[in-house]
């Protein structure tokens, strides 16, 4: 897909979740936009996925590490095709398998998250069987940055350098807030990028915005360095809607009919710029 | 009873035969391949084999990765580790996402008898009975944890097996089957029912052989399944025999006993008398020196035993 696309297809998912949390009264709205087009990069253009053979054996593994983030991956996973579309309407309703977290009775799903710290161990996991089974899938996982304070990271962080998996992504969506408030007031985080260096990660910070950036960057082949790849997304929680852009509050929060009405302008002035 | 091989032993060689065979399965240690009995293993067959270092939260998450991608992966740690510090990653990434990993939980219970509550694993029954499609088994001896690791092996199902240290005498013949949530009735009787798993079931037999001796026909089922608990078997004991003893290495809390007495109470009230732990940081030492300070041994099944059934209710 040619990077405008990409740009509208962002604009879309945004849209796509912004409705389906007004219309279902759940979700956690800001990690969502700062995540989208992260997700849209990796769906749209970077990785190898069949919306007909959610099993296919040659695709590329993806794992939401920041599982409360769900609502921009199913938003493009129905998008794409691996589930009808109508389905968002359940969002965490009764009875739903699009529950408010991913669920991987859900196709296009591969794991269940939702407690933090865990994704990118699964991810490691993956890796290394690729690698053992000698098959070139690629694996990537996206994780906030307040979970970057769970123990269970570092030990994924050491593991993925010990066993030289250059075939594992991992993306940190940097938005700087967490559910409290700055991360570097909740538990700092800083020097991210040296830490995870010092890990021996092969670390590059990055626009989490620039869909030409993202696509480049991920999109760049294993390079048999040996080194696993960590990009640190610098991102806006709430991305695309003004009064949610950087407040913390928004980390979970359900727009009234009049801020899902500002949002949607919003969104179609920026769609005209991209046009 | 002639002692037989370890738990432990008998499964790395069976495992080993089982890995031989099948390429997708994989064993995972966190610097525990000496406790595990994994060296021979790791030797033979590097390349499948995958050492994680001191960090069981990773273990789980990397075994359910491994999982997901087509391997068979047995997570060999210490129980008291496996059902604490990553339990978690158990819970999500295994049980919850229908992952086909077994940990292999070594030196379950009070093997780690003098080395203090942090190494013992008393509340593993109570905590994984609560997780849905989790098979749960405790073998008795090297014979049935061989028979009962073929039968795991054989369905995609995630499992936790926890045996004990020491090497147990043989309860049963080389070669016999089981299957998995179904007990096994080692003897007949009509006066009472003891029911046991694990290390304890050696010590049941030896009580229900004293018994006899006495004119009680006690029947022993082997509840080597505690998940899923084989209820027709209890509520069958409840129906036949009138009274329910049970015997296990774990605390009276929410363990074999809770279970048993909680299918009795819905389905056949009869009385029921749970030998186990108590609400309490235990006595040190040996798993025997413990067994015997809490009376489960072969003298404290049978003095529970007659005071059941001389209490009248
Ligand atoms: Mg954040």
Do not use: I
């Given at each position: 897909m040619e990077i405008q696309e990409l740009r509208k297809k962002a604009i879309a998912i945004r849209r796509d979740l912004l409705a389906m949390i007004h219309k279902c009264k759940a979700g956690h709205t800001g990690g969502a936009l700062s995540s989208t087009d992260i997700l849209v990069a990796l769906y749209y253009s970077v990785m190898k996925v069949d919306p007909g053979n959610p099993?296919?054996?040659?695709r590329d593994y993806f794992v939401m590490s920041k599982g409360h983030s769900v609502e921009g991956l199913i938003c493009i996973l129905a998008d794409l095709g691996f589930f009808d579309k109508a389905e968002l309407d359940t969002f965490c309703r009764y009875g739903t398998r699009l529950i408010g977290h991913p669920n991987n009775k859900v196709p296009g799903i591969e794991m269940n998250t939702g407690?933090?710290?865990h994704g990118l161990s699964v991810a490691v996991g993956m890796a290394k069987g690729l690698k053992m089974a000698g098959r070139p899938n690629r694996v990537f996982a996206v994780m906030g940055d307040g979970e970057q304070a769970e123990g269970s990271i570092w030990e994924a962080a050491m593991a993925g350098a010990h066993y030289r998996l250059d075939n594992l992504t991992g993306v940190i969506?940097?938005?700087?807030?967490?559910i409290s408030g700055d991360t570097e007031e909740v538990m700092g985080l800083e020097p991210l990028a040296g830490r995870w260096r010092a890990f021996g990660w092969d670390v590059h910070e990055i626009d989490g915005h620039d869909l030409a950036v993202l696509v480049d960057n991920l999109g760049a082949k294993p390079d048999g360095s040996g080194k696993p790849r960590l990009f640190i997304a610098e991102t806006v929680k709430g991305k695309g809607v003004r009064e949610m852009e950087n407040v913390a509050k928004w980390h979970h929060g359900v727009p009234d009919d009049a801020l899902l009405a500002s949002a949607m302008r919003q969104l179609a002035g920026e769609e005209g710029r991209t046009a | 009873m002639k002692k037989g091989l370890s738990c432990r032993e008998a499964f790395t060689a069976e495992l080993e035969e089982l890995a031989r065979a099948d390429r997708r399965i994989v064993a995972l240690t966190s610097d525990a391949r000496g406790s595990t009995s994994l060296a021979a293993y790791a030797n033979a067959l590097p390349g499948q084999f995958v050492e994680v270092g001191i960090a069981e939260q990773n273990e789980i998450g990397i075994a359910a990765g491994l999982a997901a991608v087509g391997y068979r992966p047995y997570v060999c740690a210490p129980a008291s580790f496996m059902s604490a510090r990553s339990l978690e990653q158990f819970k999500v990434d295994v049980v919850y996402s229908r992952m086909n990993v077994k940990i292999f939980a070594v030196s379950g219970g009070v093997s780690y008898g003098a080395l203090g509550f942090s190494h013992h694993s008393i509340h593993d029954i109570a905590v994984l009975r609560t997780f849905p499609g989790l098979r749960l088994v405790i073998p008795c001896d090297g014979v049935q944890m061989v028979g009962l690791l073929r039968a795991l092996e054989n369905s995609d199902l995630p499992a936790y097996i926890r045996v004990g240290k020491a090497a147990m005498p043989l309860v049963y013949r080389a070669g016999t089957e089981f299957e998995v949530g179904k007990a096994v009735r080692l003897r007949d009787g009509d006066d009472a029912t003891i029911i046991v798993c694990g290390e304890m079931v050696a010590g049941a037999l030896d009580a229900a052989d004293a018994l006899a001796a006495e004119g009680v026909k006690v029947r022993v089922l082997d509840m080597h399944t505690l998940h899923p608990l084989d209820s027709e078997a209890v509520i069958a004991a409840a129906r036949e025999t009138g009274r329910i003893v049970t015997v296990e290495e774990?605390?009276?809390?929410?363990?074999l006993g809770a279970a048993v007495a909680q299918i009795a109470a819905n389905h056949r009230p009869v009385p029921v008398r749970t030998l186990g732990f108590p609400d309490e940081f235990l006595v040190a030492g040996g798993s025997a020196d413990v067994f015997r300070h809490y009376g489960l041994d072969a003298t404290g099944i049978v003095a529970a035993t007659r005071e059941l059934l001389l209490s009248g209710d």
């Open positions: 099993h296919w054996a040659e407690a933090l710290g969506d940097r938005n700087r807030l967490q | 774990h605390s009276v809390n929410g363990g």
